[in-house]
């Protein structure tokens, strides 16, 4: 391992324990650890809400997309950002105001159902394990640079992350989060303009890829919609879908100061992940003309680190890899603490551990280190990157997302809609991700994302059901304004 690297990355590790052993001085109470005490101001919780988003599968997932698909790659990087500016839009404001820790808990002040609540909870868990499992596995890529084995990569980074979030929470998540969003500010545009000077430019990039002969041509290459308008959908809708209900991004709402915090910094957020976009995907763009199609897509952004970048270059970018990966894990990590401590502990065990707030803290402290340890395993498991987020995707959005964002526009929606609409969903989600049924056996939605074809069933459901049972009593306050 390179000596300036590796110091690099001492100094990056020591720096992050020591933010998140200072965040330990905020935390007393669960409010403090799950929701920063619900302090959060419109630079934290843009920071906040933007590394979220900002993980692996935006700057290694993009760079491969770059890589493969040219510049229609540039269409999950910016979907993120336009799901944020929805985000904002939609729900922030409204959620915020209920003033809550989890989505699960919305489905139950909502429509008056544990059955909701849990379901929620549930299949929200299984999305939020597969999605750190991704991170785990892009961390082992940035680190298996330096000559790391791959399996003792992943146990670090893992192990990293978890010490700093079990030690201090949203708090600690959050200054990190900023630490982390500057480093990945700077490090991305240099891979970005070092690896486009190194092959030539753009009109080197052009002449390289040009040569290839690739089959959609070099102005499809160039092109944001070069490789179809299907696989640009696949991209986006499903990441908009998933941020519109996940529990990772309505933690950084809830925790926000107040409700015009909330949606001022998810217009932010947006923004600024939109305008980064472009950066990971001509990385790999440029990855492709330097190295050509014989390499792995997988193997570009490594190799550009690896071989083009000098020393101190490749330090900042891969300390702004690991920064990009860590800070979606531990947000992620957070929101799987939420549930498994608020939503099944607290809501459906034991209601009279709320009153405990030390015991809540051990067992949140506990909870994130075994959710870390099950990412490990999905990590060493699946080999994927933005596959494994959509698919992670699937199961919970294509149940969860109509009841969600349903139920804050229609009041005639009923507990019995909203059950239906989340398990028959889900399950048409999970058996097309397993391929038990032929697409084109349903024609109306053949030719949809299952996903999208799921949250349609998910609709039917949802509205028929509704229709054909009595709503609950009709609620006052801030749910129906």
Not at 20 to 32: E, M
């Amino acid at each position: 391992m390179p000596s300036l690297q590796l110091t690099v990355l001492i100094v990056y590790f020591v720096g992050l324990f020591g933010v998140g052993l200072y965040a330990t001085r905020f935390i007393g109470s669960n409010t403090d650890f799950l929701l920063a005490g619900r302090r959060l101001g419109p630079v934290l919780a843009t920071a906040a809400l933007c590394a979220t988003h900002f993980g692996g599968g935006f700057v290694l997932g993009s760079g491969e997309w770059g890589f493969t698909h040219g510049m229609t790659g540039i269409a999950y990087a910016a979907g993120v950002g336009l799901s944020l500016v929805l985000l904002g839009f939609v729900a922030a404001r409204k959620m915020r105001r209920l003033a809550m820790f989890t989505v699960p808990d919305y489905l139950e002040l909502r429509y008056n159902s544990k059955t909701a609540r849990l379901l929620g909870t549930l299949l929200s868990l299984i999305a939020i394990v597969g999605i750190i499992g991704a991170q785990v596995w892009a961390a082992q890529g940035a680190l298996s640079i330096l000559g790391v084995d791959p399996t003792w990569a992943a146990v670090a980074a893992t192990l990293m992350f978890i010490v700093y979030t079990a030690m201090s929470g949203l708090w600690g998540v959050t200054l990190t989060d900023a630490v982390q969003l500057a480093i990945i500010f700077v490090g991305v545009p240099i891979a970005a303009v070092l690896a486009v000077g190194g092959a030539g430019g753009l009109d080197g990039i052009r002449i390289a890829i040009d040569a290839q002969s690739m089959e959609i041509g070099t102005d499809r290459y160039f092109s944001p919609f070069g490789a179809g308008l299907g696989l640009v959908l696949a991209a986006i809708v499903p990441t908009m879908m998933y941020t519109l209900i996940g529990q990772d991004f309505y933690q950084r709402l809830f925790a926000a100061r107040d409700e015009n915090t909330a949606f001022r910094a998810a217009i932010a957020a947006g923004v600024l992940l939109i305008a980064f976009a472009i950066f990971p995907v001509i990385t790999g763009m440029a990855a492709r003309a330097l190295f050509g199609p014989e390499i792995e897509a997988a193997r570009a952004i490594p190799m550009l680190i690896d071989e083009v970048l000098p020393a101190w270059a490749a330090a900042i970018v891969i300390a702004a890899i690991l920064g990009a990966i860590m800070s979606t894990a531990d947000s992620l990590l957070m929101a799987g603490t939420s549930h498994v401590t608020h939503d099944i502990y607290v809501k459906l065990i034991d209601p009279a551990a709320e009153e405990d707030s030390k015991r809540l803290l051990l067992i949140s402290r506990i909870v994130t280190v075994i959710l870390g340890l099950a990412a490990l395993w999905m990590a060493l498991n699946f080999k994927a990157i933005i596959g494994m987020l959509l698919m992670s995707y699937t199961l919970y959005a294509a149940g969860v997302f109509i009841p969600v964002v349903g139920g804050l526009y229609w009041k005639r929606a009923t507990a019995a809609g909203a059950v239906a609409a989340i398990v028959g969903g889900s399950a048409y989600g999970l058996a097309g991700e397993l391929g038990w049924f032929a697409p084109a056996a349903l024609p109306l939605v053949g030719g949809l994302p299952i996903i999208v074809s799921g949250a349609l069933v998910s609709l039917l459901l949802f509205i028929g059901v509704s229709l054909l049972t009595r709503p609950a009593d009709p609620r006052e306050g801030p749910l129906n304004d």
